[in-house]
T-cell receptor, first 110, second 113 residues
Framework: QKEVEQDPGPLSVPEGAIVSLNCTYSNSAFQYFMWYRQYSRKGPELLMYTYSSGNKEDGRFTAQVDKSSKYISLFIRDSQPSDSATYLCAMTSGTYKYIFGTGTRLKVLA | DSGVTQTPKHLITATGQRVTLRCSPRSGDLSVYWYQQSLDQGLQFLIQYYNGEERAKGNILERFSAQQFPDLHSELNLSSLELGDSALYFC????????????FGPGTRLTVL
């Protein structure tokens, strides 16, 4: 079993929809949780960063962490075609060793 | 533009060969990470350096090695290349603490024929 599981998709939604992306993990020591967006042939870029449990909102993006369920989510409101990318979750227990999910491909249709 | 540079952008080589990938971190960043990204494995952490010293190791093969130089640039050496080493190799840098945000470079696409 992988330490971090993420549905690879692809996930296709119409423009304006609310998108929900999720990861589950098995290591209860993870404390720092991140979501990265990666466009084709580009390096990942950090979207959201959360420490421990709770919610964090930044514009159209909301990150949720539920440590009791070992489950993290990224919500995208009013999705746009420019949001079409691969979304990677990542986490660490506070060490330099980061574990990434395999990524979910998202397509927002105009 | 993240401020992290990687060269070359593309590399095509044959099995059994050796290549060197180069990474220059953002100005002021002391920490450099190397990752391998393949279609079936996703983004895999290989190794991390802080101010010239190795601090963390992930799933890095013995055929691979890395170092960080006094000017903070880093090189990843891949030897005895196999077809399965074909992948995107990313470098990321951060200011230094483990929880600091990582900024990724554009990657080097390695194709082993």
């Amino acid at each position: 079993q992988k330490e971090v599981e993420q549905d690879p998709g692809p996930l296709s939604v119409p423009e304006g929809a609310i998108v929900s992306l999720n990861c589950t993990y098995s290591n209860s020591a993870f404390q720092y949780f991140m979501w990265y967006r990666q466009y084709s042939r580009k390096g990942p870029e950090l979207l959201m960063y959360t420490y421990s449990s709770g919610n964090k909102e930044d514009g159209r993006f909301t990150a949720q962490v539920d440590k009791s369920s070992k489950y993290i989510s990224l919500f995208i409101r009013d999705s746009q075609p420019s949001d079409s990318a691969t979304y990677l979750c990542a986490m660490t227990s506070g060490t330099y060793k980061y574990i990434f999910g395999t990524g979910t491909r998202l397509k927002v249709l105009a | 533009d993240s401020g992290v540079t990687q060269t070359p952008k593309h590399l095509i080589t044959a099995t059994g060969q050796r290549v060197t990938l180069r990474c220059s971190p953002r100005s002021g960043d002391l920490s450099v990470y190397w990752y391998q990204q393949s279609l079936d494995q996703g983004l895999q952490f290989l190794i991390q350096y802080y101010n010239g010293e190795e601090r963390a190791k992930g799933n890095i093969l013995e055929r691979f090695s890395a170092q960080q130089f006094p000017d903070l640039h880093s090189e990843l050496n891949l030897s005895s290349l196999e077809l399965g080493d074909s992948a995107l190799y990313f470098c990321a840098s951060s200011p230094g603490r483990p929880e600091d945000e990582q900024f990724f470079g554009p990657g080097t696409r390695l194709t082993v024929l």
